[in-house]
């Protein structure tokens, strides 16, 4: 299993487990401890989670039992998660409505939440969730200085900016931001066109993309754009002779040259398997890629 190295010695998994629907799995706490191990025995070491996710921002939580039960395993894994998307929930009554926060107070006091939730003593890698257009970037940099010099969180990144605000607040942040996740799909090119994907390669920068099956609506199209997407993949599945079109997807995601890592949102093993098998083996043509490139919307002249 392949492993991207997003800083120095630092890498993470080139697939990664993605946390947000972890709630829907359906597992209890040892099937829940079975699942991560199995993904470590398959070369999967990282797990993508957001203070957010589940229930009730509970998703971090469920993880954290897991390692609770066997705490050898955090050594084993690399935990990603974020902070700056303000949404209603049970926890935090005061907030009304959504907005993004990015303040010294807010980063500190969701580090802090994410460590107790997850039961460990650092995150690998903080992700500022979503652009905060009221951020301050000298502040910034004081607190992710100081997240790094306590100890809190050993690398950053950002998710969700356009190489403008990427570029901004990397100006003025001391800290490397060592990778950009952002959605990239075959229903939603938008990173493509807005010259995200191009900043990555300009940057160095290994992309993580989410949502790689478009949250599953790939498989059930609700109109026409959907429909002939679905029937382009298929086709395509034929001439590569592979099981099914997420497979596809994949070997479409994977083939630009800012090796790329994918956040897959299924607990499924026989899926993140097929995940797994796209890497390698067999490629998908050039005139394969632009074909999907161009009817999911991108114009070339
Ligand atoms: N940074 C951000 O702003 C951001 C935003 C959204 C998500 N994320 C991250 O990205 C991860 C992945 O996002 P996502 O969950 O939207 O990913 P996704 O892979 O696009 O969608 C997962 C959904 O697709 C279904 N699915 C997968 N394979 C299928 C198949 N072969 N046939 C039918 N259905 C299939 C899954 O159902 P089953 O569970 O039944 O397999 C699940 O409901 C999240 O967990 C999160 O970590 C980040």
Redesign the pocket.
């Known amino acids: 299993m392949l492993k991207v190295y997003l800083h120095g010695n630092f890498s993470i998994s080139k697939i990664?487990i993605?946390?947000?629907?972890m709630h829907?799995?359906g597992l209890n706490l040892q099937q829940r401890t079975d699942f991560v191990e199995w993904c470590i025995d398959q070369g999967i070491t990282t797990f993508?989670?957001?203070d957010i996710?589940g229930g009730n921002h509970h998703n971090e939580a469920l993880f954290g039992e897991v390692l609770q039960m066997k705490p050898e395993l955090r050594e084993k894994i690399e935990i990603i998660t974020?902070c700056s998307i303000c949404v209603p929930n049970d926890e935090n009554p005061n907030i009304k409505t959504r907005y993004f926060n990015t303040d010294r107070d807010y980063i500190f006091k969701q580090v802090n939440n994410s460590l107790e939730k997850l039961q460990c003593e650092y995150i690998d890698l903080l992700?500022i969730?979503?652009h905060d257009l009221l951020v301050n970037p000298k502040e910034l940099n004081g607190t992710l200085k100081q997240l790094k010099d306590e100890g809190k969180v050993k690398y950053f990144g950002l998710?969700?900016h356009n190489p403008l605000e990427f570029d901004t607040l990397q100006k003025y942040v001391d800290v490397k931001f060592v990778t950009h996740?952002?959605?990239l799909?075959p229903l939603g090119i938008e990173n493509y066109k807005n010259g995200t994907m191009t900043h990555c390669l300009k940057e160095g920068i290994h992309p993580m993309f989410?949502?790689?099956?478009?949250?599953?609506r790939?498989?059930n199209p609700k109109n026409a754009f959907e429909e002939n997407m679905k029937n382009v993949l298929e086709s395509i599945r034929q001439e590569l002779h592979l099981e099914?079109i997420?497979e596809v997807i994949y070997k479409w995601l994977l083939k630009h040259s800012s090796d790329p890592v994918i956040?897959?949102?299924?607990?499924?093993r026989e899926?993140i398997m097929?995940a797994l098998n796209s890497i390698g083996g067999i490629q998908m043509t050039r005139e394969q890629w632009y074909k999907i490139l161009t009817e999911a919307g991108y114009e070339l002249w």
């Open positions: 990664v993605g946390c947000m629907r829907e799995f993508d989670h957001a996710y974020k992700l969730h979503m998710s969700n996740q952002f959605m799909h989410w949502s790689p099956l478009a949250g599953g790939i498989f099914n997420d956040v897959l949102g299924t607990g499924n899926r097929r």
